[in-house]
């Protein structure tokens, strides 16, 4: 049981390039999440699939898109990279896809992108 | 809407000593709470979690919260710091909106433990 697996772990870009960030799971769990975290701010979420099909922005959504594959995938585009994209993004998944369960969310182990 | 305060982003303590991390949440329904720790170039890592079971909570590493509502807070303690837990710890708390289960994490707390 792998988890939660994210590709790739480290990436350079320059401004204005596009890439895609990879996440998937093996739990068969129904909610997915992508996050960033920058220092002095803890994580904030920029989208999230509660389900196969399905997907809804979080607080910090702008410059970003997703696609949920399946139930398995959910990846993490970048259009067009700024300086300010600059930061580890963590993916994570959570069983159930009840509103009021009390699930804990599961973390992969984050990608850091550098943007030029 | 919900929100969590971590007090104090850096906190240092001696080997042996004692460990709390303290965390403060807002939220309009009872809430369901979470501490996470991050090691070095690491994911997160649940410690413990908070479901209205019971008020006092433990989990890995000897880790303990205590639920206060009166205080709106879900501190975390550790009676005895080992080198081995020095690492950052985020508090979170369930936000649920728009028919959605979402975590609402504060901006983190990194232990440095010395011998």
């Known amino acids: 049981n792998a988890g939660v697996t994210q590709t790739p772990k480290f990436q350079v870009l320059k401004t204005g390039q596009s890439m895609t960030l990879q996440c998937a799971q093996d739990?068969?769990?129904?909610?997915m999440y992508w996050y960033r975290q920058d220092p002095g701010m803890g994580l904030r979420l920029i989208y999230y699939?509660?389900?196969?099909?399905?997907?809804d922005k979080g607080e910090v959504p702008n410059g970003y898109n997703v696609s949920r594959l399946n139930k398995r995938e959910f990846s993490l585009r970048l259009e067009s990279a700024a300086p300010s994209q600059t930061s580890v993004y963590f993916c994570?998944?959570?069983?159930?896809?009840?509103?009021?369960?009390?699930?804990?969310?599961?973390f992969g182990p984050g990608t850091r992108l550098t943007v030029l | 809407a919900q929100s969590v305060t971590q007090l104090g982003s850096h906190v240092s303590v001696s080997e042996g000593a004692l460990v709390l991390l303290r965390c403060n949440y807002s939220s309009s329904v009872p809430p369901y709470l979470f501490w996470y720790v991050q090691y070095p170039n690491q994911g997160l890592q649940l410690l413990l979690k908070y479901t209205s079971a019971a008020t006092l909570v433990k989990g890995i590493n000897g880790f303990e919260a205590e639920f206060k509502k009166s205080e709106t807070s879900f501190h975390l303690t550790k009676p005895s710091a080992h080198m081995s837990d020095a690492a950052e710890y985020f508090c979170?708390?369930?936000?649920?909106?728009?028919?959605?289960?979402?975590?609402?994490f504060g901006a983190g707390t990194r232990l440095a433990v010395h011998p």
């Open positions: 979170a708390v369930t936000q649920f909106s728009g028919g959605y289960n979402k975590l609402i």
């Open positions: 739990m068969n769990h129904n909610s």
């Open positions: 994570a998944s959570r069983p159930g896809q009840g509103v009021f369960s009390y699930n804990e969310q599961f």
């Open positions: 699939s509660a389900s196969e099909g399905t997907t």
